[in-house]
């Protein structure tokens, strides 16, 4: 198993032997790319993104400035939009379901290291995936941590920094990240805290 095998199924490798490094860089060339487009070239936008993730759906938007590792070991669902500043280390695989909305400033991080100083310093690092389900709102400067599992239809509050699995529809927020409330049918009548929908069209 090279290393690159290895950091795939979630073991102990090192990040700059079989072809890693040159991986990291070819991918930072499409971003660096990415980043620096005009606002009106969103056909070479699509194009790279599309060349970068190994998966996405028909319909995607990622603001700029967007960083990642490899890329190719990330996948986005339908209708997926991210704002400005989203950074994912895709050192393990990372699949994210449709609709979702990311807020600016997220981190998604697959990525670690041994906590003894010892093994740490031996220059082995992991990669642990994560997976974020359908219609999920991850809210400004949240940063969710290897292994992490975020059910569908759940919001991730702002700043939160999600260390456990998140269930399907609930609001979590906090440092660490933990379950605040049940998502309910009264909760779909209002935009904002107790502000109510002033228009029909909203369901």
């Known amino acids: 198993m090279n290393q690159k095998e290895r950091m795939l199924a979630g073991l102990p490798y090192k990040a700059w032997l079989d072809g890693l490094s040159e991986e990291r860089l070819a991918c930072k060339r499409i971003i660096h790319e990415y980043n620096l487009l005009s606002p009106d070239e969103r056909e070479r936008a699509q194009e790279l993104m599309r060349k970068l993730l190994g998966k996405t759906g028909k319909f995607f938007h990622v603001a700029p400035p967007f960083h990642c590792d490899y890329g190719s070991n990330i996948e986005i669902g339908e209708n997926f939009f991210s704002n400005y500043g989203l950074t994912i280390l895709d050192v393990g695989k990372v699949v994210i379901g449709d609709n979702a909305q990311i807020a600016p400033n997220v981190s998604i991080y697959t990525a670690g290291h041994p906590v003894h100083p010892d093994s740490r310093n031996s220059g082995y690092e992991y990669g642990i995936p994560v997976t ?58 209002y935009y904002f805290q107790d502000r109510v929908f002033d228009v029909e069209d909203y369901t």
């Open 132 to 189: 974020i389900g359908d219609n999920v709102w991850i809210g400004g400067n949240a940063v969710i941590l290897p292994g992490v599992t975020i059910g569908s239809n759940s919001v991730i509050g702002a700043g939160s920094v999600v260390t456990k699995d998140v269930p399907e529809w609930v609001i979590a927020a906090g440092n660490p990240c933990r379950v605040l409330r049940k998502i309910t049918e009264e909760d779909r009548k």
